[in-house]
């Protein structure tokens, strides 16, 4: 890792999220992720993935990395609520 601490040197657990992704998103949304004991790359993928397939032309507009994450996390986040339930 850097010594910024906000980039990968690319041999990170594969499960877990990158230190410059968690620093993309807001405070809510790295405390959502933290809350549901599930994987959060994965729920980051999945959220990712879908926003792709239902803003293809946001996406391939040329939506910066950083951009998305966050706007997929909300509306994953949105969507999915009452699906998960937050560990206390």
């Known amino acids: 890792m850097d010594p910024n601490g ?5 041999d990170d657990e594969p499960n877990q999220v990158d230190p410059w ?14 809350g549901h004991g599930i994987n959060q790359a994965d729920l980051l993928k999945s959220a990712l993935a879908e926003w792709v397939i239902r803003h293809p032309d946001q996406w391939f507009r040329g939506t910066r990395l950083s951009d998305a994450i966050r706007i997929s996390l909300t509306e ?5 609520k009452d699906e998960f339930v937050t560990l206390e």
């Open 6 to 10: 906000l980039t990968s040197s690319g």
């Open 76 to 80: 994953f986040i949105d969507r999915h």
């Open 21 to 34: 992704i968690h620093a993309q998103l807001s405070a809510d949304q790295v405390r959502w992720l933290q």
